[in-house]
């Protein structure tokens, strides 16, 4: 019978007291229109190699102009040298194509690609014969390949790609680490390049290097390689080639050198940086408490990217960010989120909003490992961007958590301290404030501690900041102000829901009127 | 229509009609214009006779309209057609940038708000060369032009600083940054070498600091969002320029006004602006530059000037200090001591200082005075942002801040203590600083809540306030007075009892000043005083306290209200009505004087009430007079009718609308106080309440249904006896109150007391039409709130005339009708009732038709007995369901237009809650036990063969709960 499940229905809702999975969580920083400048944390896309034999003389002064003239002359001879058929002007021509290449400043890239140079470059990658050359020649493509997408498309488009791929397997270490150089700079440029090379079948060759007796230098350059090839989204690069890497993946982020353990630990924060099945394949692997660990290194380009990482696997699944803090990662964040580096901070804030959106057991340990102070600190006294993020958790957090979570949160200060960030000059953190602020009233209600709460959002000021927010030109903001103050703030409104909701007394009247 | 002179000429004609005074010229005209802007080219006849037109007034007159129709036309709205044809607006767009800029400042303005509507729909995409053509202007060189560009441009881009982060709003600003920073930072650079060049020459000046003040805050909006990268890379340029605009100094650009800020007054605000939007969103990036920033601003507010003019620019300054002083990381920009002194003379200090403007609104404009003082209005004063920075300051620097302005007190009062009659305002200043520094927490209900611990508020008061409040010439130094009331006022909540106590007979005697703001204040402070609660929430101070004080008290307010311009003092009318809710007994030998005075003044704001508040209090006073003697001696209720019942009687009369709720409050409150009967003077009333013009109205509607509740309760069987052709109206008026989804639960309440008092034969030949009018509504618009309202109607129907009465009701109108009710109203529904007397009548009138109707038992209707049971058992152990469909949520917004009553709800007349069952069931559920118990002794075996097939365990395990309390068993 129909009434009987509807019953049934509310009985069930009874146990469950309106609780529903709040869908908070995906929240990520996944804007893709960006007016900032590049994010100068992030390992970068694309290397040039413009180190120098110790050996070497210093750079003839020809190489350190930029004295057009002076430059397409010496071009026009590397062209004339490299076109002919002995092999030490090949040389030589390659080496100063290399050294004008490798200056610091201002390379001619476009100009040794318009002097139609990767023909006879790529051509030399094959010289098993002659590995001067083969070194050389790698070099400069490798330098061609750091420039704009329109340079690595170039060399690319010569057919570099096998050729590099064939040279990973190279018995002379530099040339072979030079491949992988080159290799990396071409990953680095998108998706569809990074696929290419994964077709190539990029992945075994690269592995097949990686061994225990391979010199540090080269293993940084093969971490760097392949956490590009981990890199990038739409599309992410395919599981099965994921589920290839890994393994040395992890492998390397046990590694001694730092800077291996810093481009290892990019690649987890790529592999992670996407929906829930992509985050599962890399806490499979049982990595989370190294992960852990690293947060509490000393070195910033260890910290960032593994801040990063778990930041991406709590924006997952209520599971998965039990499996993040399980491996403890509550205890480490308190001391990220006090970082004297503001971009750790916000990190560390964003992962924080990202637990308090989950279920009210995860808030709960964040209550119990002591997440709150550092929390309402940087509420307090974090920058911009860091605010911002812990203005979320608050939101996340007063709307998943019950009511002594909530009534806890407000304890600690985090109330007064959001009132205060009313005043920020950023819409959105403005209307998640005023949520948080309802969430908390709602709260409040349920204990029928309105008039104590509207008292305590009075006392700090912010009843005065609400009220000016009805000001606001943005409609949303507007009318989510005028609705806090028309519900709480105004006895119009309450004698009002009053009467509609009562039938034996018509003319009650509010305890605070008049 | 086509682009001629015949249609020019008669598009000019018309018009000039528009703008004709007479209506039946104009009109017409409005009309003609409006049904021919469909045609295609009726916009590009416009811009052409705004072009063409030799009369300015025509020209003007075209730009409006051009503008209107822009306005109301071009937005595409999805299933809509498309108003403005492709052509026109391809024409619109090509030529409306030029024709704007070649344009006199008056057509210019209405055409650079066409060209933002336009911009907002079609800009970027559909007018993807706007930018450019707005860029190539800039090198024309003439400031008219590129004025009016920056001003297009601010009118299009604001829109950045208040709207949410988004992909597209994103895009567009990439875009514009793109096209539009590198030509920007250029003209920027240009302008002020210009100003270099132009420096003697005032009108040229004029210009460039417009446009300076317009690319300012172009640069605003662009930075909003987020930094971009080009600004980042170009900080250097655009801060190092905005730094020495701050610190400049032009006598030309000093302007004689001292109320309207100048053009340098403007320029230095925005930048002010940019400068905290820098320090509070790009910190990290804007760091290098603070410092300057911090002291430009910083000698900019010293070398200020007191007048108002500067206003903006000084609030805006101070504010950014504020802001900056309390981030941890710049807290050494103002640790050194010297630093801090200097801030606090210089900055703090001179911006708390009572100023002439603030005298001249003493004394003559008391009560925007009182507004800006005392309700916090005071948003974007020079005193509220020297506060707020000492607040901020007070952050990190409480100590020595403290110490300072301690130092600044202490010689404040002492210049004053000197000669008092010249240095009085040290004395207010002193005061004001004192407040500033101990706020730390306040709110209107108990003034401040939490205070600097350093600051000795009650020392203070001793040594300080007192003096004033005792000074035996109550009009001297008026200012002096209402500062020393104002901070008994605000540190009430932190002074001990016994200075409070001290203060109250001064305040009493400060009633009696001439100076407004004074006695309000002093008016106001006894009111909060007051509303203190003490221990075991009574009141702090107790009537016995007041003892020695009540007569004066109370002679002092009433005899304010005579003082010149405080006739009708909001503040001194609720000062009376709180004095009499807190003495209540105390006051009962002083009400027959009293009640005379209060109505003389009820008979005087009534010729012509103009302030709500004070008539609200007056009315509330009424009431408490009322209560508090009839209370002691019900009997006295005749004099306070024969009082009041002239009055009352001509405001009916003349139809005060503003004050026929409160009369009827009243009316049902002396109505209430008599001990069941009714005296012939309200019979006499009653017709006249059923006249439905009264009913018109809907801020009369909750109190006349309350005297009307009122009537019935008190004299149901003189209405039945004498005036039964009167029954007719009645329920005439509630016909009409549930046709309104409005007042549906109005008529509710009216309904619910006919059948609660009215003698049953008296409306037996009513019954069956009553339910026709539900059923009616119920299937025109059924609403939650009416449903709610519904249920607990026909459950107190069942309770009062049996369950049997109410199943045969339902079906003497349509056969089976009373299943179809159970079974899709009751049992879905019920679960909504809200309030536990209505839940209450709900379940007693459930049980009665499950035990007491047979039709329940024994015909098809059984399918429904345990559902309905399953029902109650939700009703009882469920939370309230108050869940409303989405459709329904603004009908009772949209529904009342002027809906004002709650304002005019009077406290004092509040009524009693009132249970129609009573004590007759103390718990439903051992009633529903006993209930069914007694059902099943009647038909052994039925009931439990019914409660094991159909109903879940759940509910059944709560239903053992009842019988076991109330130890009864099913057979």
Redesign the interface.
């Known amino acids: ?1 129909p ?2 499940n ?3 229905k ?2 069930s ?2 146990k469950n ?1 309106g609780k529903e999975p709040t869908k908070m969580r995906d929240r990520r920083i996944a ?7 590049a994010h100068r944390v992030e390992s970068i896309l694309k290397r040039r190699n413009i180190s120098s034999f110790g050996d070497e003389e210093p750079l003839s002064p020809e190489f350190n102009t930029d004295n057009e003239q002076v430059i397409s002359a010496t071009i026009q001879e590397i062209v004339a040298s490299v076109n002919t058929d002995s092999p030490e002007m090949q040389r030589q021509g390659c080496q100063a194509a290399r050294k004008l290449l490798s200056r610091e400043r201002n390379p001619p890239l476009k100009e040794i690609v318009e002097a139609g140079l990767l023909t006879r470059f790529v051509e030399f990658l094959g010289r098993n014969d002659d590995p001067m050359l083969q070194f050389e020649a790698a070099w400069s493509l490798t330098n061609v390949a750091s420039g704009t997408s329109w340079h690595t498309q170039q060399v690319v488009e010569h057919g570099a790609v096998p050729a590099f791929i064939a040279l990973l397997a190279s018995p002379m270490l530099n040339i072979s680490e030079q491949a992988v150089w080159a290799l990396g700079n071409i990953a680095g440029d998108g998706p569809s390049y990074r696929d290419a090379l994964i077709d190539c079948g990029i992945i075994p060759a690269l592995l097949a290097r990686l061994t225990p007796d391979a010199p540090v230098g080269y293993l940084r350059n093969l971490t760097w390689t392949l956490s590009n090839l981990c890199r990038n989204k739409n599309p992410f690069p395919r599981f099965s080639a994921v589920q290839q890497m890994l393994p040395s993946i992890i492998q390397l982020l046990h590694h001694g050198d730092k800077s291996v353990l810093s481009d290892a630990c990019w690649a987890i924060s790529y592999l992670t940086d996407g929906p829930n099945e992509r985050i599962d394949v890399v806490i499979k692997t049982g990595i989370l408490p190294r992960l852990v660990e690293m947060l509490g290194f000393e070195e910033l380009s260890v910290v960032t990217p593994a801040l990063r990482s778990i930041g991406n696997i709590v924006s997952g699944s209520d599971l998965q960010t039990q499996a993040a803090i399980d491996a403890g990662v509550l205890s480490a964040l308190p001391q990220l989120m006090r970082h004297p580096k ?1 971009s750790v901070q916000k990190e560390a804030a964003w992962a924080v909003s990202n637990i308090a959106a989950g279920p009210c057991q995860q808030i709960q340990q964040l209550i119990t490992c002591g997440l709150l102070a550092p929390l309402v600190d940087l509420l307090r ?1 974090g ?2 961007k860091t605010q911002r993020e812990a203005v979320w958790a608050v939101t996340n957090y007063t709307s998943g958590g019950t009511v002594d979570q909530v009534v806890h949160l407000v304890k600690c200060g985090a109330l007064e301290a959001i009132l205060n960030l009313l ?6 953190t403005v ?1 998640v404030i005023l949520d948080a602020i309802s969430n908390i009233f709602l709260a409040a209600e349920k204990l029928g501690e309105v008039d104590k709460l509207c ?1 305590l959002v ?4 912010g009843l ?1 900041r609400i009220e ?1 927010l009805q000001n ?3 409609n ?2 507007y009318r989510a102000a005028q609705a806090l103050i028309e519900k709480y703030f105004s006895e ?1 409104g309450v ?2 829901s009053h ?11 509010p305890q ?3 | 229509m086509e682009l001629n002179d015949a249609n020019l000429q008669t598009l000019t004609e018309y018009l000039q009609k528009t703008l004709s005074p007479d209506p039946a010229v104009r009109r017409p005209a409005e009309k003609f214009l409006e049904s021919v802007e469909g045609n295609q080219n009726y916009p590009i006849l416009l811009l052409t006779v705004l072009e063409k037109s030799q009369e300015d007034v025509i020209r003007v007159c075209s730009a409006v309209t051009f503008k209107n129709y822009i306005k109301r036309n071009w937005r595409i709205v999805e299933d809509e057609p498309n108003k403005i044809s492709d052509p026109d607006r391809t024409a619109i767009k090509a030529n409306i940038v030029n024709l704007m800029l070649t344009s006199p400042e008056q057509i210019q303005k209405q055409l650079s708000d066409a060209i933002s509507i336009i911009g907002r729909e079609d800009f970027p995409q559909k007018w993807p060369d706007l930018l450019t053509e707005m860029v190539n202007r800039f090198q024309s060189g003439d400031f008219h032009i590129i004025n009016g560009i920056l001003r297009t441009a601010h009118s299009l881009f604001k829109r950045y600083r208040h709207e949410f982060k988004s992909n597209e709003l994103w895009s567009e600003i990439k875009l514009v940054l793109d096209t539009f920073a590198q030509p920007l930072t250029e003209l920027f650079k240009a302008t002020i070498d210009l100003c270099q060049t132009h420096a003697t020459d005032i009108n040229a000046l004029k210009v460039l600091f417009s446009s300076l003040t317009l690319i300012s805050k172009l640069f605003y909006s662009l930075n909003f969002q987020d930094l971009p990268e080009f600004f980042e890379d170009n900080m250097e340029t655009w801060m190092t320029n905005f730094h020495n605009l701050l610190t400049l100094d032009n006598k030309l650009l000093q302007t004689d006004d001292e109320e309207e800020a100048g053009l340098l007054e403007l320029l230095k605000s925005q930048i002010c602006d940019n400068a905290a939007l820098y320090a509070q969103k790009y910190d990290e990036e804007f760091q290098p530059y603070l410092p300057r920033f911090v002291t430009a601003i910083w000698n900019l507010l010293v070398t200020t000037g007191q007048e108002v003019k500067y206003d903006l620019l000084v609030s805006n300054a101070i504010q950014f200090l504020a802001s900056v002083c309390e981030r941890p990381h710049y807290k050494h920009l103002f640790e050194d001591q010297n630093v801090l002194t200097s801030i606090c003379e210089k900055v703090i200090v001179p911006n708390m200082e009572f100023r002439s403007a603030d005298e001249e609104a003493f004394e003559d404009n008391s009560e925007e005075y009182i507004i800006r003082d005392l309700e916090g209005s005071d948003i974007d004063t020079r005193r509220r942002a020297a506060c707020d920075l000492v607040r901020g300051l007070c952050k990190f620097f409480e100590g020595p801040v403290t110490g300072i302005f301690s130092g600044y007190v202490s010689s404040m009062l002492a210049e004053y203590a000197k000669n008092p009659g010249v240095n009085w305002k040290h004395k207010d200043a002193a005061i004001y600083l004192v407040t500033s520094l101990a706020s730390k927490a306040q709110t209107q209900k108990h003034g401040i809540t939490q205070a600097n611990e350093l600051v000795n508020l009650s020392e203070f008061f001793v040594n300080h306030i007192l003096v004033d409040l005792k000074s035996p010439n109550v009009n001297e130094f008026p200012v002096l007075k209402a500062d020393a009331i104002k901070y008994v006022m605000t540190f009430r909540s932190q002074l001990p009892k016994e200075q409070l106590l001290e203060a109250v007979p001064l305040l009493v005697s400060h009633l009696q000043a001439e100076s407004i703001v004074q006695h309000t204040y002093a008016a106001h402070a006894l009111e909060r005083l007051f509303t203190m609660r003490g221990a075991n929430n009574s009141t702090l101070i107790t009537p016995t306290e007041m003892a020695p004080f009540t007569e004066q008290l109370l002679n002092h307010l009433f005899k304010a209200l005579a003082i010149p311009g405080s006739s009708e003092n909001e503040y001194i009318m609720k000062a009376i009505m709180r004095s009499f809710s807190l003495l209540q007994d105390a006051i009962v030998p002083y009400i027959p004087t009293l009640i005379g005075q209060l109505t003389h003044k009820l008979l005087l704001v009534s010729k012509n009430p103009s302030k709500p508040h004070f008539n609200h209090y007056l009315f509330e006073s009424l009431c408490l007079s009322i209560r508090v003697t009839c209370k002691a001696n019900p009997d006295t209720v005749s004099s306070f009718e024969e009082a009041l019942f002239p009055v009352f009687t001509e405001i009916l009369q003349n139809d005060v609308q503003e004050f026929v709720p409160y009369v009827f409050q009243v009316m049902s409150l002396l109505l209430e106080i008599h001990s069941n009967s009714i005296p012939s003077s309200y019979m006499a009333l009653f017709p006249h309440l059923l006249q439905p013009i009264l009913w018109e109205r809907t801020g009369n509607i909750p109190p006349l249904v309350r005297l009307l509740q009122a009537y019935l309760e008190k004299g149901a069987a003189t209405i039945a006896s004498t005036a039964a052709d009167k029954i007719p109206g009645l329920l005439g008026v509630f016909q009409k109150l549930i046709a309104s989804k409005a007042n549906d639960h109005q008529g509710f309440y009216l309904l619910n007391s006919i059948v609660e008092h009215m003698p049953p034969d008296s409306i037996t030949q009513y019954r069956k039409q009553i339910f026709i009018l539900l059923f009616q509504r119920l299937q025109s618009s059924k609403t939650t709130k009416f449903v709610k309202s519904f249920l607990v109607f026909i459950n107190l129907y069942s309770v009062k005339y049996g369950a049997i009465a109410l199943q045969e009701i339902f079906d003497s109108i349509q056969p089976k009708m009373f299943g179809m009710v159970v079974e899709k109203i009751v049992i879905p529904e019920v679960q909504k009732v809200s309030g536990p007397v209505e839940k209450k009548i709900c379940a007693v009138g459930i049980t009665k038709i499950l035990t007491e109707c047979p039709a329940m038992m024994d015909t098809e209707y059984t399918k429904l007995w345990a559902p309905l049971l399953q029902a109650l058992i939700g009703l009882f152990e469920l939370p309230e369901d108050d869940s409303i469909p989405d459709d329904e949520h603004f009908i009772d917004i949209e529904d009342t237009p002027g809906y004002q009553t709650a304002f005019s709800q009077l406290a004092f007349a509040g009524k009693k809650e009132h249970d129609p069952i009573g004590d007759a069931v103390n718990n439903p559920k051992i009633l529903l036990a006993q209930s069914l118990h007694k059902l099943s002794t009647a038909c052994p075996g039925r009931v439990p063969s019914m409660l094991s097939t159909s109903l879940p365990a759940e509910a059944l395990q709560y239903l053992q709960g009842y019988l076991q309390a109330a130890t009864v068993q099913l057979v």
Do not use: I, W, Y
């Open positions: 019978m009434t009987e509807l019953t049934d509310r009985m809702k009874f007291k804007e893709c229109v960006e007016l900032r400048k503001s006294n920058d911009f005043q920020v000059k950023d819409t959105k209307l008292l009075e006392e700090v000021g005065d000016f606001h030109e943005n949303t903001v119009v004698a009002e009467l509609l909701a009562s039938f034996r007394n018509p003319f009650v009247f605070r009127s008049p």
